[in-house]
């Protein structure tokens, strides 16, 4: 055993070779360590001893002298340069150990409190260094080795070493599940009627020309794009799109059974052109997909610099410590508001939508299609995420951190709650939650359950429905106000973060803005109640119940005043990058009417743009560019942290933080988003809303022949549509 830790001991000391005595101020890394997940980590104790195997294979690679030990020294983690920056994760040649036989590699996270001369208390250094190690080694084996050779070499009297965890690499990552191979044979049957509908669309449309007794070159022509305008009417029964083109599908009339409706509704070419096409319908208001598309990059572009901040910096005081405190970075620092775009995106198109049906059915809302509507169309998608999440995503990388990719406890055990979107309260923290980011369809499905208190009120009598919403309004506010004050929460993000990262600590309940503010809804349906407001002027003004006319000088005054208000909350913290604090008054106002403002900005832009004040930017924000990739916003919300997750902890080495790196990691990420969810919705959003309507049909309408394009049915209020 004690060949063993000398030879451990060697690759140690090969850490500190050339860096003479470790006498670093080290207190300011304070700010910068992150809570690292426990997950997949083996704790040391000082009851297991090192087992035999472990000793005699270290015996026997040490004796021997082979090619394999300078290796296992060549592969383990050296301190570099920057250790004073940040770079406090030595996680060596990952791949390098992996390539040769009998050797694995295995991270190590080390909990050290380093007292240094001139300093009167210890730091608390939450090291992480890889090592290379035999086969015949378990976690635990390394995780006492660790602790011993600490102790041995450079503990004494300058470093207390707190605890040690260790995670080995396996291949694969991890033994393949019965949720792997359920999940898999999923994707290979969606993938399979995806196939059959098309091919059932391209024989029905054969069929159609052969019964109307057309020649096989004419056949041939169609196949082409080259049939006339009589022979498509009769064989598609489609629609023309207004520039002349014709869209081919095949009709679905009487003599069509149900097995092929079934197969059409999955199939990849009529889904897919129904998510690219371009034609709106009059009523749409056109600048919507301008404004959900932008909104969404926002959101990832916030999530690319949290999740890279999330991995091992070489660089985290000089680099991402600086870069907080430029004011163009506020726009990251304060990209939350995105997700209060969609908010007040759904209350606009719930009020929009709803108000239409309410006129036509005198004031009834049907209230079970109301209900299951929404839920149908949104939860098969986020359903197959889960499946993606837990059973897919932990075997699509490797890497020295790939362990926190393993490892689904909360899914496990919380997934029930995703789907019933109550995921903002049960579980009671947003960090034990199936997929967090889920947090916002929770929040944007329980606004829903409680549109109709104030839609119905609104539609019988505007005073009562305003005079509800202002209520809610209000009591949002001071709900808001309060938790504030009696539990001292600061809006500040950098403090945020450090609150939450005291808060992952074990034994630790402190309440968390995160949990208490940020994720609950009687704290963020302001924009909601502005959005709803606003699609019900709109609706009224459609339909001439109210008429509005602005002049071009209020329209300029209008645009000032939404400048000012969005530019007040984007860049209003930038003084507390650079310490100037908030007073406790400052703070809770701007908590609490902040995203009351950002509603309003956004209100004043859409009715610009919708009523002829917009000029240049509504131009912009309804260019037909941004209508197919605004349906894609839905699936690209949900697919991107997945994306982000395998991205990021695949790298072997700690990542130099940059805005140009994280500006060309943004753009990759953004494109593969769009282009995972493009498939995610050919294969499960719009085929489960195809069978919603293929259903109805067959259980309300025998007689019916075709159903509407999806496009014509809004997903009201969520976040694609």
């Known amino acids: 055993m004690y060949r063993c830790v000398c030879l451990l001991a060697v690759t140690v000391l090969a850490v500190f070779v050339g860096h003479g005595e470790c006498v670093l101020p080290l207190s300011s890394l304070q700010d910068f360590h992150r809570q690292r997940s426990a997950l997949g980590l083996t704790k040391s104790n000082h009851t297991t001893p090192v087992s035999e195997a472990c000793t005699d294979a270290f015996l026997n690679l040490l004796l021997n002298e082979t090619g394999e030990l300078f290796t296992v020294i060549d592969a383990a983690g050296k301190l570099g340069s920057g250790f004073t920056d ?144 009589d022979d498509t009417k009769l064989i598609t029964g489609n629609r023309t799109e207004s520039n002349g083109t014709a869209v081919h599908f095949a009709s679905i009339s009487q003599d069509t059974n149900f097995f092929q409706e079934f197969l059409l509704c999955f199939a990849l070419n009529r889904n897919l052109a129904m998510i690219m096409k371009t034609t709106q319908p009059d009523k749409a208001i056109r600048c919507l997909h301008g404004i959900r598309f932008i909104s969404m990059t926002w959101v990832i572009l916030g999530h690319t610099f949290l999740w890279t901040s999330l991995f091992p910096l070489v660089n985290a005081r000089t680099g991402a410590s600086s870069i907080f405190q430029d004011f163009s970075f506020q726009v990251v620092n304060n990209a939350f508001f995105s997700v209060d775009t969609f908010f007040f995106l759904s209350g606009l198109l719930v009020a929009y939508l709803a108000m239409d049906t309410l006129e036509k059915t005198n004031g009834k809302l049907p209230w079970f299609k109301f209900y299951f509507h929404r839920y149908w169309r949104l939860t098969p998608t986020v359903a197959m995420t889960i499946l993606i999440w837990m059973f897919v995503q932990p075997w699509m990388g490797q890497g020295p951190l790939w362990h926190n990719m393993l490892h689904k406890p909360f899914c496990e055990k919380y997934w029930w709650s995703t789907l019933l979107y109550i995921n903002n309260f049960v579980p009671n923290t947003l960090t034990d939650e199936c997929i967090g980011w889920t947090w916002y369809l929770a929040n944007d499905w329980q606004f829903y359950v409680i549109s109709p208190l104030i839609l119905l009120p609104l539609f019988w009598s505007k005073v009562i429905g305003l005079v509800v919403a202002s209520v809610l ?240 049915v809004e997903v009201i209020g969520s976040v694609q549509r």
């Not at 190590?108 to 730091?123: Q, R, Y």
């Not at 956004?602 to 009523?611: D, I, K, P, R």
Request: proline share 4%; glycine share 8%.
């Open 86 to 229: 940040g770079n406090i994760a030595w996680l060596g040649a990952f791949d390098l150990c992996r390539s040769v036989p009998g050797l694995q590699y295995c991270y190590t996270v080390i909990d050290v409190n380093l007292k240094l001369p001139g300093s009167p208390n210890a730091s608390l250094i939450p090291l992480q260094w890889g090592l290379c190690t035999v086969d015949e080694c378990s976690d635990l084996d390394v995780a006492n080795s660790i602790q011993e050779i600490l102790n041995l070499t450079i503990g004494y009297q300058t470093m207390n070493v707190v605890s040690s965890a260790v995670h080995c690499a396996k291949d694969p990552p991890k033994p393949h599940s019965t949720g792997f191979y359920i999940t898999v044979t999923l994707c290979f049957v969606l993938a399979f009627l995806m196939l059959s509908g098309w091919c059932v669309d391209i024989y029905m449309r054969f069929a159609a020309k052969r019964k109307a007794g057309q020649s096989l070159a004419d056949r041939g022509d169609y196949l082409h794009d080259n049939s006339t305008a």
């Open 473 to 712: 309004l209000c009591a949002s506010f001071i709900t808001t106000g309060v938790l504030m004050h009696v539990y001292d929460f600061k809006v500040d993000f950098l403090q945020q973060a450090n609150d939450g990262a005291n808060a992952l600590q074990p034994g630790v309940t402190q309440p968390t803005y995160a949990d208490y503010i940020y994720v609950k809804p009687y704290c963020r349906i302001a924009p909601y109640l502005v959005g709803i407001a606003v699609g019900y002027l709109l609706q009224q003004i459609r339909t001439k119940k109210i008429q509005v006319q602005i002049s071009p000088i209020y329209g300029a005054l209008g645009w000032a005043v939404a400048t000012a208000m969005g530019m007040s909350v984007v860049y209003g913290l930038y003084g507390t990058a650079h310490g100037h604090e908030l007073t406790d008054a400052g703070n809770i106002m701007y908590a609490v009417f902040s995203r009351f403002a950002w509603g309003l900005a956004l209100a004043w832009v859409v009715f610009a743009c919708q009523y002829g004040l917009g000029g240049a930017i509504n131009d912009f924000l309804s260019w037909s560019f941004f209508v197919p990739l605004s349906r894609l916003t839905f699936t690209a919300y949900l697919l991107h942290p997945i994306i982000l997750d395998i991205f990021i902890f695949q790298n072997g080495t700690g990542i130099y933080f940059s805005t140009i790196q994280a500006a060309f990691n943004f753009v990759g990420v953004t494109g593969i988003a769009y282009g995972a969810g493009l498939a995610l919705s050919m294969a499960v959003e719009y085929p489960t809303a195809n069978l919603e309507k293929l259903f109805t049909k067959r259980l309300t309408c025998r007689s019916c022949t075709r159903p509407k394009d999806y496009d014509d």
